[in-house]
């Protein structure tokens, strides 16, 4: 049974409001759960304390009996000094693509690196 600590999303159409939750992971996101541990309601300003509530007791133990958390839950956890902070870094994606490099290659080649717009 491979447990995740993720978002339920709850609330209307356009007013959303989310429920922090310890579920299985083949549960539906918003059916079937363990335990409810916080809530999450991105409608507020990011410096209203009510805008996360979180159990961090109840989150350090689902952890340590092996639950993962999703990449936002992960965030959470992370601010609140629970986990280490996730780091991505992909570097052949800012790399410039065929048709840029192209591009460049003959910018360079007819103006001697002179760009100009078009």
């Not at 689902?62 to 956890?77: I, N, P, Y």
């Given at each position: 049974?491979?447990?995740?600590?993720?978002?339920?999303?709850?609330?209307?159409?356009?007013?959303?409001?989310?429920?922090?939750v310890?579920?299985?992971s083949?549960?539906?996101?918003?059916?079937?759960?363990?335990?409810?541990?916080?809530?999450?309601?991105?409608?507020?300003?990011?410096?209203?304390?009510?805008?996360?509530?979180?159990?961090?007791?109840?989150?350090?133990?689902?952890?340590?009996?092996?639950?993962t958390?999703?990449?936002?839950?992960?965030?959470?956890?992370?601010?609140?000094?629970?986990?280490?902070?996730?780091?991505?870094?992909?570097?052949?994606?800012?790399?410039?693509?065929?048709?840029?490099?192209?591009?460049?290659?003959?910018?360079?080649?007819?103006?001697?690196?002179?760009?100009?717009?078009?």
């Amino acid at each position: 049974m491979s447990l995740k600590i993720r978002l339920a999303r709850g609330g209307t159409k356009k007013r959303p409001h989310y429920q922090i939750v310890i579920a299985e992971s083949r549960s539906p996101r918003d059916g079937r759960f363990i335990e409810r541990i916080g809530f999450y309601n991105p409608l507020l300003p990011k410096d209203h304390a009510d805008r996360i509530r979180l159990d961090l007791d109840k989150a350090k133990a689902w952890l340590g009996k092996g639950a993962t958390a999703s990449d936002r839950v992960h965030r959470f956890l992370a601010d609140a000094g629970l986990v280490k902070p996730q780091t991505h870094h992909n570097p052949e994606k800012m790399k410039p693509k065929k048709k840029a490099q192209e591009r460049a290659a003959a910018a360079a080649k007819a103006g001697g690196g002179d760009q100009t717009a078009a």
